[in-house]
């Protein structure tokens, strides 16, 4: 949009409610600061500058909402006098001159650009205030938006509601946008004449119609512009953005067997005609490419898995895990900063760290990359169609050849050369008759305790 505009995201809750020791907008939605998610949704709105007014961790506040580009700059609210209060905390940046100011909040993480364009629009056509409400069933706790002759001429807290005004079903989310050119003459002239002796945003509607201005409402799904006061709606809110992210996901060209059992963290990306079982958790920074399959038990974070590529069951990838086509890591797997190359296969029961596997290598079941002396780790390299037997360890910093053998049940602390065969192991010794009589005395001792007790 070619008009600037100006966010105050009211953000200084103290999560007296949540029964925190964080700020309350720091709390997680999908792995992600519910501040950072608010920023996103006021990047995407074209919204060039923002100002946080902030209480504690005002810092850490700052820092989550430094997201999408936009110029953010912190306020610091001492008193908690109402919302009108609230934004004018943020009087200076105000006062700069913006053609649009909306205000929003920290803990509503679900809020759509959409809306917030929708609403800067209206503004575009006149509008001097737009309220942005919703239609709910359970209206209790909210300011309800009263209507005559058409238009909105007031929004009502509930505390000084009538009992009629309680039963309208129509409500304030609280966010708003206003006129630029007119906001702090419409901000100064909010009182506290209320039950609660507070200064109220909701009361700009009934000033600006007295001025003359013209007020106009934007409607949003109830579920977007729902706001968190406590671990039960911090769960609610998690549960909505994830039924919203895999429905995108699902209608992109993603398969999800039971979409309700996967948890994808806010910057999941799933390519097309990818296959995800049930019971898989992504964690942040994850990309899985088109056709790869992840089967179920899975838990993801921080790893790029190709086209064609199969994941667990039972498998765990963490940060710098990157599987190459085709490739697979099977059930009961772990990947740690390792490269599994095209067509090889970690297929069960194994721990490949800080290591490279060559394209077309199998790694067989329990072998183990020993990456880790105690203080320092150390990389290991396979090289292309290696064979792994199972039970090896290959203690780092180690190297196997270009088709290398390593025999079932080695140690292996010295490089392998290419196409060579290495056994690290004890010569098998076997004693005839040894078993027997280990368990007849093992029988024997167990009888001798029992006659004593």
Not at 66 to 75: H, K, N, S, Y
Not at 78 to 84: D, H, K, N, V
Not at 121 to 128: I, T, V
Not at 252 to 279: H, K
């Amino acid at each position: 949009m070619s008009r600037s505009c100006l966010a105050v995201i009211l953000a200084a809750g103290d999560s007296t409610r949540m029964k925190s020791s964080m700020s309350k907008v720091l709390h997680p939605i999908a792995g992600r600061p519910m501040i950072a998610h608010v920023m996103e949704a006021v990047a995407g709105a074209e919204v060039g500058s923002a100002a946080l007014v902030v209480g504690r961790d005002a810092e850490a506040v700052a820092k989550a909402g430094a997201v999408g580009g936009v110029d953010v700059e912190t306020f610091l609210q001492t008193e908690r006098l109402g919302t009108g209060h609230a934004v004018l905390a943020a009087r200076e940046a105000i006062q700069r001159g913006y053609d649009d100011i909306l205000i929003g909040y920290g803990d509503v993480p679900l809020i759509a650009s959409a809306t917030l364009i929708a609403a800067r629009e209206k503004l575009k056509e006149g509008a001097d205030i737009v309220v942005i409400g919703f239609h709910t069933n359970d209206p209790t706790g909210y300011g309800r938006l009263l209507v005559a002759g058409g238009e909105l001429v007031a929004i009502r807290e509930e505390k000084d509601a009538s009992d009629e005004e309680r039963r309208v079903g129509w409500c304030n989310s609280g966010l708003m946008a206003i006129d630029g050119r007119k906001a702090l003459a419409l901000l100064d002239k909010i009182g506290n004449g209320n039950a609660r002796g507070e200064y109220y945003l909701t009361d700009i509607v009934e000033i600006a119609r007295a001025d003359g201005g013209k007020v106009a409402v934007v409607d949003a799904p109830e579920r977007e512009v729902a706001g968190c006061n406590n671990r039960a709606e911090l769960a609610a809110l998690e549960k909505s953005w994830q039924e919203r992210r895999r429905h995108e996901l699902m209608i992109s060209g993603v398969s999800m067997v039971a979409p309700e059992t996967v948890f994808l963290s806010y910057d999941t990306e799933i390519g097309q005609d990818a296959l995800i079982e049930p019971n898989v958790v992504f964690g942040p920074g994850v990309r899985v490419d088109g056709g790869a399959i992840i089967h179920a038990f899975s838990h993801i974070e921080g790893a790029h898995i190709s086209a064609g590529a199969m994941v667990g069951p039972f498998a765990r990838l963490r940060p710098g895990a990157d599987l190459g086509v085709g490739s697979k890591v099977g059930n009961f797997c772990e990947v740690k900063n390792g490269r599994i190359g095209e067509g090889a296969k970690v297929n069960h029961l194994t721990y490949i760290g800080d290591a490279v596997v060559g394209a077309r290598s199998n790694i067989g079941a329990g072998a183990i990359t020993c990456n880790y002396d105690g203080v320092n780790k150390h990389d290991t390299n396979i090289g292309e169609d290696a064979f792994i037997g199972s039970n090896s360890s290959l203690v780092a910093p180690v190297s196997v050849g270009r088709g290398a053998y390593i025999a079932s049940g080695s140690v292996i602390t010295e490089d392998v050369p290419a196409d060579a065969l290495a056994l690290g192991r004890a010569r098998q010794v076997v004693k005839p008759e040894r078993a027997r009589l280990i368990r007849e005395r093992a029988l024997a001792m167990k009888a001798s305790r029992k006659a004593q007790k």
